[in-house]
C-alpha cells in the first residue's frame, strides 16, 4: 500500500497542461455548413461529428450563444475539427448572407430547423423545441449527447470533446483546459420540451406573466406563472420570482401571515409547501443566474427551505453564490444543511480558490465524518488543482471504505476526466478493496464512459445522506 500511496502524487497525466486552442482571429466565425444533408456528406468524408446549434431570436441565452459562445477563443478551434450546421426559424436578412450566423443565408437555417424538429428534437405540444439546445451527433446521425439551455463556453468545449471520444474512442483528442462537463447534459439523446413544458419565455411572454403575477392573489394561478417564468434568463424575471420568495411578501400576496392568523395553519403550511417547491424548480430549470433570487433562502427560518436553497444553488452552480454559501455555513447548526451547503460549495466554486481551501478543510478534518464525506464528494469536481488532487490520492490509500467512495463517487458525477487516472490507480488495487468501494469504482468508470448518472444515484444517496432529489443531475438521459 505504501507504493501505492507514492505512486499517486506522480500520476498527474500528460495532457494535464490542457489543450491550449491557437486564438482566433477578432472576424473569424464558425464555419456553418450550409443544408443538413450536405452536412452527413461532409462528416461522412472527413470521418468526424456534427455539431448542431439551435438557435432562436428574443432570448438572452440564444444572442448570447450566437454572438459571443460559438466564436469563443476556446469553441471556435474546435469548430474546426467538426462539421457545423446551426438551425434557427427566424429570418434576420430577407436577401444575402444571414447577419446572425454568417455566411450563408438564413433561409438554409430555417431548412436545417425543420429537418432537425422532424428527426433530432423533441417539441413540446405547442410545436416549441428548447434553444439554445447544442447537439454533438455521429457521421450516420445518431445523436451522442446534447445540452440545453445556456452554457459556458467551458462547458461546451467538454461537450465537443467528450462527443468526439465517444464517437471515436481510439482518437487522439487532447484535453481543454478547465474544461468540466455541463449540469444538463444528456448522453444519447435530447432534452424534452413535454417533460415538463418549461422553456425561456420570449419578452412579450415574460410581460405578460409579471403582469398577471403583480395582479393575482390566487395561490394556484400564482405559483403556475411563476413556474413557467423560472427558465427565463432576465433581470425582470429574477427581480420577480426573488421578490415572490421572501416570506412577508408571499404572504401578504396571498392573503394570509405565518403563525396561523389570517388563514390560519393551513394557509401557513400552504405558503410553505409553495415556496419549498418553487425553489426546488428553481434548481432544476433555471439558467445559473436565478442563484441571486435563491441565496437569500439560506437565511430562511424554515430547515426545509434553507435546505431546498442549498440544493438548488448546488444545481445551478454559480459562483456568485460562493459568499452567501460560506456565510450561511457559519451560521448553519441543522447537519441536513450543513451537508447540502458544502455541496453546493464543490459545484459553484470549480474555479474558487476560497472554495477549494473550505472544503479541503472538511474533507481533511477528522470532527465530523458525514460532512467530511460530502466535501470529498464535492471536491471530485475540481479541475487542475495539485493540492485538490493530493488530498484525493492519498484519500484513496489511506481512507476508510466510505471515504474512497465518496471520492471515486465524486469524480464520476462531475465527469471530471482529468481525474479519470486516479480511479485507474485504483482499480490496480482493486483486491484490497471491498465489495462496496469496488462496485463504486465499477460504476464510476461507467459513468466516465458514458453511461447515465443514474448508474450512482443510489449509491449517492446512501453514502452521503441524500433527502432531497437532484434532478438536474439525475434523469434517465443525464
Not at 276 to 284: A, C, E, F, M, Y
Not at 300 to 306: H, L, N, Y
Not at 375 to 403: C, H, M, N, R, Y
Not at 465 to 478: A, T
Request: hydrophobic content about 40%; glycine content about 6%.
Amino acid at each position: 500500500m505504501y507504493k501505492l500511496l507514492a505512486c499517486f502524487p506522480l500520476l498527474l497525466p500528460l495532457h494535464g497542461a490542457g489543450f491550449s486552442p491557437t486564438p482566433a482571429s477578432p472576424d473569424a466565425d464558425v464555419a456553418w455548413t450550409e443544408s443538413y444533408e450536405s452536412a452527413f456528406a461532409a462528416a461522412q468524408a472527413r470521418d468526424t461529428i456534427v455539431f448542431l446549434a439551435v438557435n432562436m431570436d428574443g432570448e438572452s441565452a440564444n444572442d448570447e450563444a450566437a454572438k459571443q459562445l460559438y466564436t469563443d477563443k476556446l469553441i471556435l478551434p474546435l469548430t474546426t475539427e467538426t462539421v457545423n450546421i446551426v438551425a434557427s426559424r427566424f429570418e434576420h436578412s430577407s436577401s444575402g448572407p444571414c447577419p446572425r450566423f454568417g455566411s450563408n443565408p438564413c433561409s438554409d437555417h430555417q431548412k436545417v430547423d425543420i429537418k432537425a424538429r422532424a428527426q433530432i428534437l423533441k417539441p413540446g405540444s405547442s410545436g416549441s423545441v428548447i434553444a439554445p439546445h447544442h447537439v454533438f451527433l455521429d457521421k450516420n446521425g445518431a445523436v451522442l449527447l446534447s445540452v440545453a439551455y445556456k452554457v459556458s463556453a467551458k462547458e461546451l468545449a467538454w461537450c465537443f470533446r467528450a462527443a468526439q471520444k465517444k464517437a471515436y474512442p481510439d482518437g487522439d483528442f487532447p484535453a481543454v483546459k478547465g474544461a468540466r462537463a455541463p449540469s444538463r447534459l444528456v448522453m444519447d439523446g435530447v432534452a424534452n420540451m413535454g417533460d415538463s413544458g418549461i422553456r425561456p419565455l420570449m419578452e412579450d411572454e415574460m410581460e405578460a406573466t409579471i403582469k398577471r403575477i403583480r395582479s393575482t392573489q390566487r395561490l394556484n394561478q400564482r405559483l403556475e406563472d411563476l413556474y413557467s417564468l423560472i427558465a427565463t434568463d432576465h433581470p425582470d424575471a429574477i427581480e420577480v420570482v426573488a421578490r415572490d420568495l421572501k416570506q412577508s411578501d408571499v404572504a401578504a400576496a396571498f392573503g394570509g401571515r405565518r403563525g396561523g392568523q389570517a388563514g390560519g395553519e393551513d394557509a401557513s403550511n400552504r405558503l410553505l409547501i409553495g415556496r419549498s417547491n418553487l425553489i426546488h424548480r428553481i434548481g432544476v430549470f433555471s439558467p445559473p443566474s436565478y442563484w441571486e433570487a435563491v441565496v437569500t433562502q439560506l437565511e430562511d427560518s424554515e430547515g426545509i427551505i434553507r435546505q431546498e436553497a442549498a440544493v438548488a444553488l448546488e444545481q445551478l452552480a454559480h459562483e456568485g453564490a460562493i459568499k452567501g454559501l460560506k456565510d450561511a455555513l457559519k451560521k448553519e447548526e441543522n447537519p441536513d444543511v450543513r451537508r447540502c451547503i458544502v455541496r453546493a460549495l464543490g459545484t459553484c466554486g470549480i474555479e474558487n480558490a476560497s472554495a477549494h481551501k473550505q472544503l479541503s478543510t472538511f474533507a481533511t478534518s477528522k470532527k465530523d465524518e458525514d460532512l467530511r464525506r460530502n466535501a470529498l464528494f464535492a471536491l471530485g469536481g475540481q479541475v487542475d488543482q495539485k493540492s485538490v488532487t493530493k488530498i484525493l490520492a492519498e484519500i484513496l490509500v489511506e481512507g476508510t471504505p466510505e471515504q474512497k467512495q465518496a471520492v471515486v463517487l465524486g469524480i464520476a458525477f462531475a465527469r471530471n476526466d482529468s481525474l479519470l487516472f486516479l480511479l485507474e490507480t485504483l482499480e490496480k488495487d482493486s483486491e484490497n478493496l471491498d465489495s462496496e468501494t469496488n462496485a463504486a469504482l465499477v460504476a464510476a468508470k461507467a459513468v466516465l464512459g458514458g453511461e447515465s448518472l443514474l448508474t450512482i444515484r443510489d449509491k449517492c444517496r446512501a453514502l452521503l445522506g441524500d433527502q432531497l432529489e437532484r434532478e438536474k443531475y439525475f434523469s434517465p438521459s443525464k
